[in-house]
């Protein structure tokens, strides 16, 4: 019997579940996992009934509720402590990139939603300036979290995968759907991010959902 659920969004599109779901799986949480698939306009009804936010994702662990992918990040943190690096420096930058995250790049999300099915097209018209803006910032955290800290391993703070890759592997998803090339060390980060063996079986999973489950709003961005 399970110590509880962990309750997602359809894998292709749901950015901010996939963030919940590797928190808990990397923690090693004994949940079972609920997928609610996502409407088209954004307010599913069957998450209205089950999470406190209405969103996703929506952890119950020992009849313990968390919802935000932040704190589930941080409730799997107090059970595994590991998930941030150990010493302050690397914890804290780890800490802030991952709030800046949860908080943040706002204009990028919106014109690139995470579509795991989508493979290196990218937007048909362009981008925007506040695009290109998030897609800096992020390289830029990214190179500085790998050059700074990450020498010793192919993850941001080396070869552990961290809360902060975890808060980061949507928008790896996203660069790579959308055919984002930001510079070569964020490149080979982007290919370590995807061949971690959790972010593939999502990936894999994800591309098993019935084709009902497919959304117009995800699929038709040109
Ligand atoms: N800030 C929230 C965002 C969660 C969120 O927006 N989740 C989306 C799915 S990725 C959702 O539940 N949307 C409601 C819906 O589509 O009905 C978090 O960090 O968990």
Redo the contacts with the bound molecule.
């Keep these: 019997m399970s110590e509880g659920s962990l309750v997602i969004?359809t894998r292709r599109?749901?950015?901010?579940?996939l963030?919940?779901w590797l928190a808990v799986r990397l923690a090693g949480l004994d949940v079972e996992e609920v997928v609610i698939p996502?409407?088209n306009?954004?307010?599913?009804s069957a998450?209205?009934t089950i999470?406190p936010?209405?969103?996703?994702?929506y952890l119950e662990h020992r009849g313990v509720a968390v919802?935000?992918?932040?704190a589930?990040c941080e409730y799997c943190a107090d059970h595994v402590p590991s998930l941030w690096p150990a010493s302050p420096r690397p914890r804290a930058f780890a800490r802030s990139i991952a709030a800046e995250m949860?908080a943040g790049f706002r204009a990028l999300r919106a014109a690139m939603p995470m579509n795991v099915g989508r493979n290196a097209r990218p937007l048909a018209n362009g981008t925007t300036d506040d695009i290109d803006a998030d897609i800096a910032r992020i390289d830029a955290i990214w190179t500085e979290a790998r050059l700074d800290f990450g020498q010793d391993g192919a993850f941001l703070f080396g070869p552990q995968f961290t809360l902060a890759d975890v808060m980061f592997a949507p928008i790896v998803s996203r660069f790579l759907s959308y055919d984002v090339m930001p510079s070569p060390e964020s490149v080979a980060y982007m290919k370590a991010v995807r061949a971690h063996p959790l972010v593939d079986q999502w990936y894999q999973d994800a591309l098993a959902e019935p084709k009902e489950w497919r959304n117009a709003r995800f699929e038709d961005i040109p």
């Design positions: 969004g599109y749901s950015s901010w579940s963030r919940g996502l409407s306009d954004g307010s599913t998450i209205k999470s936010s209405g969103k996703v994702p919802w935000e992918s932040i589930i949860h």
